[in-house]
């Protein structure tokens, strides 16, 4: 499976972002999708997870009501929408795929938990 990750940038606090993620190698409809990030010096950290249909999602505290993760399975895409930005959001964002089952909230919150990485999108909040 071969990820690749688009739409970052440089953005000012409250501002928007959407960051996309082209799957291809295998039936998109069968990987678990996720985002995660990681800020200079910091661990990776998980930010979102899909299901394969879509159904179930689950956000980190730190960016629910903000953040929102969708897929279009047409399109072999997972997208992150990104509102109200802020500067401590800004880090490399990372899209990821599990051939696991979703298992509901506590899935797929650790980089273990994932079997492909896209090579990640730089975004940079500004105050």
């Known amino acids: 499976v071969q990820l690749q990750a688009s739409g970052g940038g440089l953005v000012q606090a409250g501002g928007s972002l959407t960051l996309s993620c082209a799957a291809s190698?295998?039936?998109?409809?069968?990987?678990?999708m996720g985002w995660f990030r990681q800020a200079p010096g910091k661990e990776r950290e998980f930010v979102a997870v899909?299901?394969?249909?879509?159904?179930?999602?689950y956000h980190a505290d730190s960016v629910k009501g903000r953040f929102t993760i969708s897929r279009d399975n047409a399109k072999n895409t997972v997208y992150l929408q990104m509102n109200s930005l802020k500067p401590e959001d800004t880090a490399v964002y990372f899209c990821?795929?599990?051939?696991?089952?979703?298992?509901?909230?506590?899935?797929?919150?650790?980089?273990?938990?994932?079997?492909?990485w896209g090579q990640g999108t730089l975004v940079t909040v500004s105050s």
């Open positions: 990821a795929a599990s051939l696991r089952l979703y298992m509901g909230t506590s899935s797929h919150k650790t980089t273990g938990e994932y079997d492909y």
């Open positions: 190698g295998r039936t998109f409809s069968t990987l678990v």
């Open positions: 899909i299901s394969r249909r879509g159904v179930n999602k």
